[in-house]
């Protein structure tokens, strides 16, 4: 009898062995599936390769605007940095010409690295939107790159390694908090020595990310390490001890050009969650009332994800929420475009940009074993926020061109 059981308990370690290589494989040679979208060339023009030439094209793009509407403000935020002098978070004011009674806002970069699609689509937005808005009534503003930092450095994050979409609250409490969950994976997250892409944890981290799921279940996971935190400072998602600089200059600038309006539409560009060349939305959680009846007024006909089913996750300190908080008086209509890159919805899509994330931030803070590891992490990074297709560049134009000339066609014509 103790024969066969040790034989079972060799069967059953070599099957595990076997279906672990096999996922490992599986996984180390994952790649998302292509987007099926004829390339445009037009819709290309609008993607630049860098922080300065998206600035650059942003506001020659506000220029042939304030060429139509003189009114129109261009204008820059400095933003002080000791190391990287001449940043800016740039922005592009077009005043309602008559009756002042909503304000769109249209914002870029939060998290640096995904502003080079930010941008794009806040260049197409004046160049082929704009002028069907009645202007009358509406106005509009956009802040591009709220984040340079990141943004140039194609990081998520400020200099002082800050996600600024889990750093914005009125309420100073939220620094104090404490992200129970995310401690306890701490040393999972958040490696504290030079990226080795050949490493064992490396090599098998979809292993020990299934590990992971089997003791605490893939939704507590992820709301856990997704929320955000407070604690660790060079950790990933870290919201900061208080406002960070970037947030601190736009908050009286919005407050200010909001100031003659009644209702604040507030749509925050962002890219990497979700499936693959599909536009999600995602507005703050909300219970049913006016303002949630307002937006679906808005988005009629798309899926709006309002964070009811199984996989959703909730962020503290998200931006959106925060422009609400900052204006109690005004309605304000909370919006997030996310265009997916990595199937981050299924399991492999999932921990691939979990992966790319830790990498990044450890390889920052701690190091590279070679030129090659750091070649290899950064090219991963970045196209998880900024695919180099072309035909995913041209879907996300496209879905932007749709969705928002739907909704600032039905928001300008709001009562």
């Known amino acids: ?242 406002l960070d600089s970037p947030i601190t200059a736009v908050t009286p600038l919005i407050r200010e050009m909001a100031a003659p309006y009644d209702t604040i539409f507030c749509i925050d560009l962002h890219t990497g969650y979700g499936e693959r060349g599909t536009l999600h939305l995602f507005p703050s959680p909300m219970e049913e009332g006016p303002v949630k009846q307002k937006i679906q007024t808005l988005f009629k006909g798309y899926s709006i994800d309002w964070g009811d089913d199984k996989d959703f996750y909730t962020v503290t300190g998200d931006f959106t929420a925060y422009v609400g908080a900052i204006m109690p008086e005004k309605t304000h209509l909370p919006m997030a475009l996310e265009f997916g890159t990595l199937n981050s919805q299924t399991t492999f899509g999932a921990v691939r940009s979990l992966q790319n994330v830790i990498l990044e931030n450890q390889g920052t803070h701690f190091g590279y074993e070679s030129e090659h590891e750091r070649i290899t992490v950064q090219t991963r990074f970045l196209e998880g926020y900024y695919p180099s297709s072309l035909a995913w560049r041209t879907q996300a134009i496209q879905d932007a061109r749709m969705v928002l000339s739907q909704a600032v066609a039905v928001y300008s014509a709001m009562p």
Request: charged share 20%; net charge positive.
């Open 1 to 242: 009898m103790k024969k066969r059981f040790n034989a079972l308990f060799v069967l059953v370690i070599v099957a595990i062995a076997v279906v672990g290589s096999m996922l490992t494989f599986r996984y180390n040679t994952f790649t998302p599936k292509p987007v099926d979208t004829k390339i445009v060339s037009q819709d290309l023009v609008y993607f630049q390769e860098s922080w300065e030439d998206c600035k650059t094209a942003f506001i020659q793009t506000a220029r042939a605007v304030a060429e139509k509407y003189p009114d129109t403000q261009i204008n820059a935020l400095k933003l002080a940095s000791p190391s990287q002098p001449g940043l800016t978070i740039d922005y592009c004011h077009i005043p309602a010409q008559k009756n002042p009674k909503r304000l769109l806002l249209l914002t870029s970069g939060i998290h640096g690295v995904e502003g080079f699609v930010g941008s794009a689509v806040q260049q197409m937005f004046m160049d082929q939107i704009l002028d069907r808005v009645n202007l009358d009534e509406t106005g509009i503003l956009l802040i591009h790159g709220i984040n340079p930092y990141g943004f140039k450095n194609r990081r998520r994050v400020t200099e002082n390694n800050i996600d600024l979409n889990r750093n914005c609250s009125v309420d100073k409490a939220l620094y104090e908090s404490v992200n129970k969950g995310y401690t306890d994976l701490t040393p999972w997250l958040n490696p504290q020595k030079k990226v080795g892409l050949k490493s064992i944890p490396n090599l098998f981290f979809f292993v020990r990310a299934l590990g992971q799921m089997a003791t605490h279940g893939m939704a507590s996971l992820r709301q856990a390490i997704l929320q955000g935190q407070y604690q660790f400072e060079t950790g990933i998602y870290f919201g900061g001890k208080h």
